[in-house]
């Protein structure tokens, strides 16, 4: 019986250390093993929405949202994560607007766009973000009667650039949120995938997107760390390369307002002038 009793008393003491192993493997995982997501793939629920507003309307706008969840670590360690929010592939700048978005060929103005940014689905989780960034976006077409292909490519960076201000306007002035905004124009579509393009054949390259950054080493610029950590993400939803621009913050078009240019601003302004902007963007 004593040996029984010895036996058992083993047994207690090897499963008590065994537990006390469990543990400790356990915490150490949680605390050093943060795994790494790569493009984790989400359709925004309805959630939150009926408990907002009661409207079937607001919960289909919800839904319209591809997000793409991201962590990264920038070269210095620290952790990067983010979300890409990008509209439906029926939803895209109208060719040649600044003012007008486009949904299976309808054309709808700037307050159907902010409905969709005020959608509780995107409003849940930007609340939460560190940097908002808007990006702008400009399709492959070009002004036909611009003097020179470097001033025509200019014109539809500065394209790009008024979509980004102008997202970033709508997203701010709509999202309850202590995050700092930026733009980030990419600017034109440098391909030419299309020889005879139309405004629905490179609609895609006009897409509508916000990027969300949740965590991110706070002493470091985040015009340095954007372009060290998106060009290098798995699957993110649009190639970078296919834009010839990667411009954080403001740009100077000031050159394309010479008296030489008058007649190019003019139609330029009649397709992508919008005076939303905050007191502070240029």
């Known amino acids: 019986m004593e040996e029984i009793f010895a036996y058992l008393?083993?047994?207690?003491n090897w499963a008590k250390v065994t537990a006390v192993i469990a543990i400790v493997l356990f915490t150490i995982a949680i605390v050093f093993?943060?795994?790494?997501?790569?493009?984790?793939?989400?359709?925004?629920p309805p959630n939150t929405i009926a408990s907002e507003n009661n409207e079937d309307d607001t919960s289909k706008k919800s839904m319209q949202w591809e997000v793409h969840e991201y962590h990264e670590v920038d070269d210095n360690g620290h952790d990067f994560d983010f979300k890409v929010y990008i509209l439906g592939n029926e939803f895209n700048w109208l060719y040649?607007?600044?003012?007008?978005?486009t949904f299976n060929d309808q054309e709808f103005d700037l307050t159907e766009l902010t409905e969709y940014i005020k959608s509780v689905g995107v409003q849940h989780t930007l609340k939460?973000?560190?940097?908002i960034i808007t990006v702008g976006l400009a399709s492959q077409e070009i002004m036909k009667n611009a003097p020179d292909?470097?001033?025509a490519i200019e014109f539809e960076n500065m394209r790009a650039f008024r979509r980004?201000?102008?997202l970033k306007f709508l997203t701010k002035k709509n999202t309850k949120t202590n995050a700092n905004f930026h733009k980030l124009t990419l600017g034109k579509y440098s391909h030419n995938e299309t020889t005879s393009p139309n405004k629905n054949k490179t609609s895609m390259q006009?897409?509508?997107i916000i990027i969300a950054v949740f965590d991110r080493d706070e002493n470091e610029n985040l015009g340095d760390l954007l372009p060290q950590i998106l060009p290098r993400v798995e699957n993110f939803p649009i190639n970078l390369s296919d834009y010839n621009l990667f411009q954080l913050g403001d740009i100077d078009f000031s050159n394309l307002y010479d008296l030489e240019y008058a007649?190019?601003?003019?139609e330029f302004n009649k397709y992508c002038y919008n005076n939303l902007k905050d007191e502070n963007d240029k």
């Open 164 to 166: 980004a201000r102008i």
């Open 9 to 12: 008393s083993a047994l207690e």
């Open 128 to 131: 939460d973000a560190k940097d």
């Open 206 to 208: 006009r897409r509508i």
């Open 263 to 266: 007649n190019l601003m003019q």
């Open 96 to 101: 040649r607007s600044c003012n007008t978005i």
């Open 33 to 44: 093993g943060k795994p790494k997501v790569t493009n984790t793939k989400e359709i925004i």
């Open 149 to 151: 292909e470097e001033i």
